[in-house]
């Protein structure tokens, strides 16, 4: 079993574009095609667990090797980003918030050689 801490650097992009009819008579829902980028660094959590095995167990002569597998679940929280894009007249804003939770799973497969045989 593995755990600790986990660091990446986040990147979520949004785009918004409208075209519509005008609710009521009011304002146009309309808006040219606006985007939004936002970058964060994140710092969270990590556990997992793996095994390790000499590949002679796959009937492989081969004394000082390994193979291994891994899983590893991360958790970096989330991430909350707001921006606004004009109508089409520029005489109302839409405002827009997007909320993410930053996880992943990760699995590894690796082959290991180990220099000393003690």
Known sequence: MTGG????????RYAFAATGAQPGGGVPLQAPGVGAQFGSDRLGWTAGFGVETSLSWFGIRAPNWSAKLEYLYVDLGSVTNTFTAPNANGSAFYTFTGQDHIRDNIVRLGVNYRFSSR
Do not use: F, H, I, K
């Open 5 to 12: 801490a986990a660091g990446a650097r986040v990147a979520n």
